[in-house]
């Protein structure tokens, strides 16, 4: 759940964000065409070696580009970083050789489940069916995934996120997972958006921006439903925002990329906490007894 303050002097209830997205989408509306920040922000997700409730991004939006282009933007970006920073786009993670040499694999979520477990989700024409397909499998069927794109987002995080190596664009996600992305131009059900994955972890995230403000408001006002039923992940209506896309956004491409996670990959860092200058962690236990006099 976000963290909430209060700002004293303008006398506003104010959370921690948990992106950079809406207020660099205000800026396309306002006619910036190619805007970037590179951000902390916080999500109450947990902590492990991949996860820490507050992190760096980089998000980009380009206007009149979609996720292809920013596909091609990502690869470009990190393979140039690496050179830079390593000397070579050829690594070695934690024993691991890693080549981030372009172009990278490109597979849509569909076509990765099925390789993974023979399951055709596209096949499936109801939650029930899915689920049973699912559990014949031996894969764990949540009760907060209640449709066929969702079951198959817990089939691709069960079975296929942590055999993703070398980098992969994982592309066209069901429209239920991702309330903020394009509506796919040739495929029902799914959006433009992609994730990369090296390592077996998520690394980039970015969509063909949905700019459609009624769709939007429709998309989140569904969040909303899912957030009162115990969805903590689930997003809130932004009136602002959604008054922003009424005003007129231009057809756009955007890309988040965790820098934390970038920074320990080319630095063979095992754990988040190895990146991250002061990390959050738990409080030493202090001892009831007084110290002992000095003399």
Request: proline share 6%; hydrophobic share 40%.
């Amino acid at each position: 759940r976000p963290f909430e303050t209060h700002h004293n002097a303008l006398d506003l209830p104010l959370t921690l964000r948990i992106a950079t997205e809406l207020h660099l989408k205000r800026l396309v509306v306002g006619g910036f065409e190619r805007v970037y920040e590179l951000g902390r922000i916080f999500r109450n997700e947990g902590i492990s070696t991949r996860h820490n409730p507050e992190f760096t991004s980089i998000e980009v939006y380009q206007a009149y580009a979609d996720y292809n282009d920013m596909m091609d933007l990502t690869e470009q970006l990190i393979a140039h970083v690496c050179q830079q920073v390593c000397g070579t786009t050829r690594i070695s993670y934690q024993g691991t050789e890693i080549d981030l040499t372009p172009p990278w694999r490109r597979a849509t979520m569909h076509e990765l489940v099925l390789d993974a477990t023979g399951l055709d989700f596209s096949s499936f024409g109801s939650r029930a069916e899915a689920a049973a397909a699912m559990q014949a499998q031996g894969l764990a069927v949540p009760e907060l995934a209640d449709s066929v794109g969702r079951l198959l987002v817990e089939a691709f995080d069960q079975k296929v996120e942590s055999t993703l190596i070398q980098p992969t664009f994982v592309i066209d996600y069901p429209v239920e997972n991702s309330p903020l992305a394009r509506a796919h131009r040739s495929k029902p059900g799914l959006v433009e958006r992609f994730e990369l994955f090296i390592v077996g972890r998520e690394t980039a995230n970015a969509f063909s921006e949905l700019i459609d403000p009624v769709d939007q408001r429709q998309r989140l006002e569904a969040q909303m439903a899912r957030k009162a039923a115990g969805d903590d992940e689930a997003q809130e209506v932004d009136e602002d925002f959604i008054n922003a896309l009424e005003v007129g956004m231009p057809p756009t491409g955007g890309l988040g990329i965790g820098i934390d996670r970038l920074v320990m990959l080319l630095t063979d860092s095992p754990s988040i906490r190895d990146v991250i200058a002061f990390p959050l962690l738990r409080p030493e236990a202090r001892s009831g007894a007084a110290s002992p006099a000095m003399g």
